[in-house]
Every structure is written in structure tokens, then in C-alpha cells.
């Protein structure tokens, strides 16, 4: 766990990350576009055709939906570090 979680969560918006929730059995890819206090809109092309699997024509007529995703959702999410930004925090 990050030492200062709201800095953490800063971080995130334009990151490119991985995310698992329970709802499905796999990981989505995706960008973090915006973040709030208790989650973020994700956009995912993969994410949002397993919903639309999922939800029939609930969706249909949404041309380029975004996902909004709370932490407590999150079973786990991977972003990239960059290689000086992760020596520097290990050091």
C-alpha cells in the first residue's frame, strides 16, 4: 500500500493500467481518464464489449462509453512505473 494513498491516487489519471474486478473472471487494459476520492472512469474497448455482452441492449445505444470503477471494486490493478521512478523509490 502506497504510503500516502491520496497522492497515489493522483497518479493515476492518463495512466494506461490492468484491472480485475469480481464481476468478471479476467483482466481488462485500459486508461484511467479521470479520479475521484472513492474511484475512476476507465476507458476500455474490452471492458465495454463484455458489458455489452452482459447487458444486452442496455448499451446499445452508447457510442464510446467510459466505466466508472470504484477501489473498493478493485480485486487488484497493475499501471506502469517508470524505470527512474522505480529505482528511486526502492532506493
Not at 468478471?24 to 475521484?36: K, L, Q
Not at 442496455?58 to 470503477?69: E, G, H, I, N, Q
Request: charged share 15%; aromatic share 8%; net charge neutral.
Amino acid at each position: 500500500m502506497p504510503s500516502n494513498p491520496s497522492a497515489f491516487k493522483g497518479t493515476l489519471a492518463g495512466k494506461s493500467v490492468i484491472v480485475k474486478i469480481s464481476l468478471f473472471s479476467r483482466a481488462f487494459s485500459g486508461t484511467i481518464i479521470a479520479v475521484d476520492e472513492t474511484g475512476f472512469c476507465f476507458v476500455s474497448d474490452a471492458m465495454v464489449a463484455a458489458l455489452r455482452e452482459t447487458t444486452g441492449s442496455a448499451m446499445a445505444s452508447m457510442d464510446s462509453p467510459s466505466v466508472y470503477l470504484t477501489f473498493a471494486s478493485l480485486e487488484w490493478l497493475v499501471s506502469n512505473q517508470l524505470k527512474a521512478a522505480a529505482a528511486s523509490a526502492s532506493a
